[in-house]
């Protein structure tokens, strides 16, 4: 069915020109003192003017901030020197089946025959991408008999590959925007992706690696103190899940079937929220079963946010089967459930107003106070939806930004964080950050740059193209 990519299309378009999906590069504490700036030589903390700290950290993944915003927990990654120093990572069950594969894998690269760029070895199914390149890591240093002349070429690229650690940390904000490193709370070789902090600080979720190239990921939680191991609470989970504000419960977007080898088309998927918490904040011993909240058309973006109120937001296609081509959906909607009170998925915004917002709704996110949400476009454009009225007010005009480099970031519930293009396009300004001041009865919005003194480094792949060296909207 033709249409059933309409709003993969959408992102597809985004991550060409970003090279990924788009993310918050400035993530504002709660209390809106501090704001993390995810750089390209790494992560920093900046004020309201825009002044940033010493560099924090490189290779800097996710990050979030603790709701008493003294703190931050971030993933970030090392090169190991050899495979016996990511033997120290892995759970014993995973460090013997990968051994048991070497061999496999060795005789599977002496006989290949054809180009390299194509060779996909059997071997290596089953594994995550961490687990994978530890493995010819493993067959590098301990297999290696006769690859050299058989790889040619390729023997040098072999020989560069080092295994990767993801560190899971959290880093003490002192006055000032001064810093401490924390303690490491995890290891993996995969990545700690998506991180989500409990409202009551005790735990944080995040999305890990699973085997295959299926985008969407396991969902596990984490307490932040004591010595416990991460707990696994649900697969094949969207980027986007969030906390209950009890901090009881995680609620997830998921789907129902594994994706086709890389594929984003629609698959039928749910909207479900698990406990994992006691009253006390303390991680369950075991989780009871899911609730499904919702059934969607599941997407690996599909974003899920829980008000204060009790409602879960969700954004998704709104698909009535059997349909024709034609008759499938050209934008998501914006839609809430309310577990326990009210039966039933409600629309929050009208047809004729979804025809106004941008067309990125699955990047929506929800205003401190929860009345509004920012929408962003393709084409780097903002708006804001109220949701009591289902009014829009477009922050951020399509002729001041050439696309989207970042999600916009709310600092407070009168003030936003975006990316634009400066003064006439035809200038080819630097591309900047701004902090905007929005006055919701007067409908103005007031803007004030914060990255004008940003050094190179750390607007490179963000603000300025580093293939070209000059503004990222040349």
Same mark, same amino acid.
């Not at 069915?1 to 993969?8: A, D, L, Y």
């Not at 390209?40 to 993944?61: F, I, M, P, W």
């Not at 002192?174 to 290891?187: H, R, S």
């Given at each position: ?8 299309g959408?992102?597809a ?10 993310e918050?590069?400035? $993530?504002?504490?709660? #209390?809106?003192?501090w704001?993390?700036?995810?750089g ?6 900046? %004020? ?14 996710s990050?979030?901030?603790l ?9 970030r ?8 120093? !990511? ?18 894998l060795? #005789?599977?690269?002496l006989? &290949? @025959? ?19 390149? !530890? ?11 006769g *690859? ?24 003490e904000?002192? +006055? ?12 993996a ?19 890990g690696? /699973? ?12 307490? *932040?103190? =004591? ?25 997830y977007?998921?789907g129902?079937?594994? +994706?086709e =080898?890389?594929?984003? %088309? ?13 009253? #006390?904040?303390?991680?369950?011993a ?7 909240l ?8 599909? $974003?899920? $946010? ?19 081509? @034609?008759d ?15 039966p ?19 990047l ?38 050439? &696309? ?8 407070? /519930? %009168? ?17 900047a ?5 929005l ?10 740059i ?8 750390v607007?490179? %792949? ?13």
């Open positions: 069915m033709k249409r059933t990519t309409v709003c993969v959408i992102l378009g985004l991550i060409a020109l970003a090279g990924c999906l788009p918050k590069r400035v $993530r504002w504490s709660p #209390d809106g003192r704001a993390t700036v995810k390209g030589d790494g992560l920093y903390l900046c %004020d309201q003017s825009g002044k940033l700290s010493e560099r924090l950290a490189t290779d800097v993944g990050v979030a901030w709701p008493d915003s003294k703190s931050i927990v971030l993933s990654s090392e090169k190991l020197p050899s495979w016996t120093a !990511a033997v120290e990572v892995l759970p014993a069950d995973r460090r013997l089946e990968i051994e048991a594969r070497a061999p496999r060795r #005789d599977e690269i006989a &290949h @025959e054809g180009e390299w760029d194509g060779f996909k070895p059997q071997s290596v199914g089953g594994l995550t991408g961490g687990e994978s390149l !530890a493995l010819f890591v493993l067959v590098r240093e301990q297999h290696g008999a *690859l050299a002349e058989k790889l040619g070429d390729k023997w040098d690229e072999l020989k560069e590959l080092q295994p990767i650690v993801h560190l899971l940390q959290q880093v904000v002192k +006055a000032g925007g001064t810093f401490e490193l924390g303690p490491v709370l995890a290891k070789l995969d990545a700690f992706d998506e991180l989500r902090v409990a409202p009551n600080g005790r735990a944080v979720a995040y999305r690696a /699973a085997p295959g190239e299926d985008p969407a990921k396991p969902l596990f939680v984490l307490p *932040l103190h =004591g010595q416990q191991v991460p707990q696994l609470v649900a697969d094949r989970v969207s980027m986007f899940p969030d906390w209950s504000p009890d901090s009881r419960h995680l609620v977007a998921a129902q079937t594994p +994706a =080898g890389e594929s984003n %088309d629609l698959r039928l998927g749910i909207v479900a929220r698990r406990l994992v918490c006691t009253e #006390d904040g303390a991680l369950l075991d989780f009871p079963e899911a609730e499904e919702a059934g969607i058309a599941f997407q690996n973006e599909v $974003r899920v $946010r829980c008000l204060r109120d009790g409602r879960v937001l969700f954004a998704t296609l709104e698909v009535s089967l059997p349909c024709t081509s @034609e499938m959906p050209q934008r998501a909607g914006l839609f809430a459930v309310e577990p326990g009170r009210q039933g998925v409600t629309r929050l915004i009208p047809r004729q107003t979804e025809a106004e917002l941008p067309d990125v709704l699955f929506f996110e929800v205003s401190p106070d929860e009345q509004h949400v920012t929408v962003p476009g393709g084409n780097g454009g903002v708006a804001v939806l109220t949701l009591a009225t289902g009014d829009v007010w477009q922050i951020l005009g399509e002729n001041e930004a050439d &696309h989207l480099r970042m999600e916009p970031a709310w600092r407070s /519930a %009168d003030e936003l964080c975006f990316a634009f293009v400066p003064g006439p396009k035809e200038a080819k300004e630097r591309p950050i701004a902090l905007v001041k006055d919701w009865a007067g409908r103005k919005a007031e803007r004030r914060i990255s004008g003194d940003w050094p190179e480094p607007v490179t %792949d963000f603000l300025i193209d580093k293939r070209s060296g000059g503004p990222a909207s040349e």
